[in-house]
């Protein structure tokens, strides 16, 4: 088939492809949306009728790399209940807490974008968040009603989402201390530190003490691996 003859998906998906090759290869300061298109072998204008910019290409790819995560998919099919709820604090939390202790540091590095961005025109956060609340936000908000149902947790005052935001920047500013080669702040490297983390989220989008306590002592989650995409995954 001809590339001439390609069409809007097709031609969208090796644009994909051709940004995660420079994306792995370069960074994203070292890839330029010039050399995502030469390398897909299109124009420049012409990849920016499918991404406008490199912060709404990179979020696609993160937002795509999640999606495609069996261990996202395991946890979108939880039944929305309290132990879904905790579940996903539980694995959020973990998530970020260790991002600085992967050999890789891609998750670290994807904070400090996140970072930079919100120092910057935001555009890149804007995106990401978006594309997270679209994936996350239903199955929060669907257990924090379950668990309201339930007796597990009180009606905290605003919108639903906002306390899932809320619950994502708590643990999200504590990842940022981790940061430096000598963190900023001298929190505990402990499970301890992780578990008063939890508790503190799930009393601030109103769990009452039994539900906490009953659901953090339960078995691990099925869902180890925390997503990608939480920081913004």
């Known amino acids: 088939m001809s590339t001439l003859r390609l069409t809007g998906d097709l031609r969208r998906e090796q644009i994909l492809e051709a940004a995660r090759r420079c994306f792995a290869l370069y960074g994203y300061a070292g890839t330029t949306t010039k050399s995502v298109a030469a390398a897909a072998a299109i124009s420049e204008?012409?990849?920016?009728?499918?991404?406008?910019?490199?912060?709404?290409?990179?979020?696609?790819i993160l937002a795509e790399a999640c999606e495609a995560d069996p261990e996202m998919h395991r946890l979108l099919e939880l039944e929305p209940s309290t132990s879904t709820l905790v579940i996903l604090i539980r694995d959020m939390?973990?998530?970020?807490?260790?991002a600085t202790e992967a050999p890789d540091q891609e998750e670290a590095q994807r904070i400090r974008l996140m970072v930079s961005s919100q120092l910057g025109d935001g555009e890149f956060a804007r995106l990401l968040f978006e594309k997270i609340g679209n994936l996350i936000g239903p199955v929060f908000t669907a257990s924090l009603e379950a668990a309201i149902a339930a007796g597990d947790a009180s009606r905290v005052e605003g919108e639903q989402l906002g306390l899932f935001w809320f619950a994502h920047q708590v643990v999200h500013?504590?990842?940022?201390?981790?940061l430096p080669p000598v963190p900023s702040l001298p929190y505990p490297e402990t499970a301890t530190f992780e578990r008063h983390i939890c508790q503190f989220i799930l009393r601030g989008i109103g769990l009452n003490e039994k539900a906490i306590t009953t659901y953090l002592n339960a078995e691990p989650s099925p869902y180890r691996a925390a997503p990608r995409i939480a920081e913004g995954v």
């Open 93 to 98: 939390v973990a998530h970020f807490i260790r």
């Open 45 to 60: 204008g012409l990849l920016f009728k499918h991404f406008p910019t490199k912060a709404a290409l990179y979020a696609e």
């Open 173 to 178: 500013m504590i990842a940022l201390t981790k």
